[in-house]
């Protein structure tokens, strides 16, 4: 009988453990979309073609298929903040580097594109 009831706690435990990890991850994907479409912090727009995005610029590479072109985070995350460290003559602006972005918002906006 004990057994049981442990069984029972350990699943409705994951249950609720999970829900709430999928909640988080919409909830990150949703603030790192603000983000990137916010003409006051990322402006991907202004240089990027992107998922729902309108007026966006064409300077840049379209934001498609990151996952594909960038499967290591890492790397995306260090060219959103520094784009100079590999590429002297960026464009791009140092969003980490500046201070234009938080690292938390950065991870948001890592999170977002990774679903497009």
Request: overall charge neutral; aromatic content about 8%; hydrophobic content about 50%.
């Amino acid at each position: 009988m004990m057994f049981k009831q442990l069984a029972l706690f350990k699943t409705l435990f994951l249950l609720i453990l999970l829900s709430f990890l999928s909640n988080t991850a919409i909830a990150d994907v949703e603030n790192g979309k603000k983000v990137a479409f916010d003409r006051t912090k990322g402006n991907c727009l202004a240089c990027h073609v992107m998922d729902d995005g309108e007026m966006a610029g064409n300077i840049a590479p379209p934001l498609i298929v990151m996952k594909a072109r960038f499967p290591d985070r890492a790397a995306l995350k260090a060219q959103i903040w520094d784009a100079t460290v590999k590429n002297s003559i960026s464009m791009m602006p140092p969003f980490g580097k500046h201070h234009i972005l938080t690292d938390g918002e950065i991870e948001d906006l890592l999170d977002y594109l990774y679903t497009l």
